[in-house]
């Protein structure tokens, strides 16, 4: 035995030492390649940076009026106008750094006064963005404001902070429960309603003194990303994924038999009611607008105020959008831990909270400093977008839900000169 193990450990050292060989031998060629790779992503990482800073951001908020009558649709085809912004080059994109624009669809509540906030990567997506908003909302009033996050700082002495990701139960091309299975796309009258977003706009009303939540929803135009885009291996499109999906589920509802020569042969597709909905959903699914998504949510208190069912209740406003059969939204990373002993003395949860809070005041996910910092990106098309974030109606009758106090209207054409 003992001579057995001998041999293998000569074999071993020798095996070993004959790859090192070639490790070192090969070095000329591949040492370069890796430091061309990390010189490439440092640069990009710098170049990038100093283009954010530099351009700036503008963030608007959004007040209602007293009725809005349109239906999600509206804000549906704010986002497909959105979808058209950004083209950049080849040098724009590796000399100057210039990234493909991204937003920022805010809801939040200040002790349960609730308010709408767009946030832009770039001050000249300003007019774009008022101009699109008042042709779908033209009652909206639409103001530049200071960024309310810069109002809470991470102490510990002072603030409870509880900040999470959200993220698909399922693949991206499987539709969330949109406002057209609500029936918002028939435009029902206001008594019959029944609008998702209602949850989402209740809890945060619901909020007391010293109470905050925050929930943030980040998107960017997703494209066939290629060099132009600071890729150096181009990315699929998603629709790809969502035809494979397809194929799968027609290929599962295809018999197959043999026939008297023994060949075997497919019979007529037989899928199930349940097959032919999650086609029907995901071709529509594909024919939208489709946007990559990131969604952080949190809920801030000060100490004596903390109430911890609140996180429960943040959970659970996105809940009416998950579909037992398709898709819908579940937790992904957060500030907590399960056991005492993953965190010891606090310093794992206090670096996170930090760390979450800093990435959700420079809206920061698709680019450095924190790209795709402890979550993975997904597909949400303009549908869904509209579904989770839009302007709610009468229907909506959360008494901390500010909106205007007077309808606006053009003055009449007849007045005197």
Not at 100 to 105: A, G, H, K, N, V
Not at 242 to 263: C, H, L, Q, V, Y
Not at 364 to 384: A, D, G, H, Q, V
Request: charge should be neutral; glycine fraction near 6%.
């Amino acid at each position: 035995m003992e001579f057995v193990n001998a041999f293998l450990d000569a074999i071993r050292f020798d095996l070993y030492d004959r790859v090192l060989d070639i490790i070192w031998i090969a070095a000329p060629a591949w040492v370069p390649i890796v430091l061309l790779i990390i010189w490439g992503r440092l640069w990009m990482n710098y170049v990038q940076s100093l283009s954010i800073f530099e351009r700036g951001s503008v963030l608007l908020e959004i007040k209602l009026p007293r009725e809005i009558t349109k239906s999600p649709a509206a804000m549906e085809v704010f986002f497909s106008q959105i979808y058209q912004t950004g083209s950049n080059t080849e040098i724009d994109t590796f000399w100057g750094g210039k990234i493909r624009p991204w937003f920022s669809l805010e809801m939040i509540s200040e002790e349960g006064k609730v308010r709408f906030f767009i946030w832009m990567s770039e001050p000249r997506w300003k007019n774009f963005v008022e101009a699109q908003l008042y042709a779908q909302y033209p009652t909206i009033e639409i103001y530049e404001v200071l960024d309310y996050t810069t109002l809470i700082h991470h102490n510990l002495d002072k603030w409870f902070m509880w900040i999470t990701y959200f993220k698909l139960t399922g693949e991206d091309p499987l539709p969330i429960k949109t406002y057209v299975d609500y029936g918002l796309d028939k435009d029902p009258k206001e008594e019959y309603k029944i609008d998702p977003i209602s949850a989402a706009v209740e809890y945060l009303g619901s909020l007391g003194k010293g109470e905050y939540s925050w929930i943030q929803i980040l998107i960017q135009a997703h494209k066939k990303e290629k060099l132009k885009d600071g890729r150096l291996i181009p990315k699929e499109d998603w629709k790809l994924d969502a035809k494979k999906m397809i194929e799968k589920i027609r290929a599962d509802s295809t018999p197959k038999f043999t026939d008297d020569s023994g060949k075997e042969r497919s019979g007529f597709p037989n899928p199930t009611p349940g097959q032919i909905d999650t086609i029907k959903a995901l071709e529509r699914s594909i024919s939208k607008f489709p946007f990559e998504v990131a969604i952080r949510a949190g809920y801030l208190a000060k100490n004596e105020n903390m109430t911890p069912i609140r996180i429960n209740g943040l959970i659970a406003s996105f809940k009416q959008y998950n579909s037992q059969d398709l898709n819908g939204f579940r937790l992904g990373a957060f500030t907590d831990f399960d056991y005492p002993w993953q965190d010891f003395k606090r310093i794992r949860r206090t670096a996170l909270e930090k760390r979450f809070l800093e990435a959700y005041k420079r809206r920061s996910f698709f680019n450095p400093p924190f790209k795709n910092y402890l979550c993975t990106r997904f597909i949400l098309n303009s549908e869904e977008l509209a579904t989770i974030f839009h302007l709610p109606g009468g229907v909506v009758q959360t008494p901390t839900l500010e909106r205007i106090g007077s309808r606006k209207a053009e003055a009449p054409p007849n007045l005197p000169r």
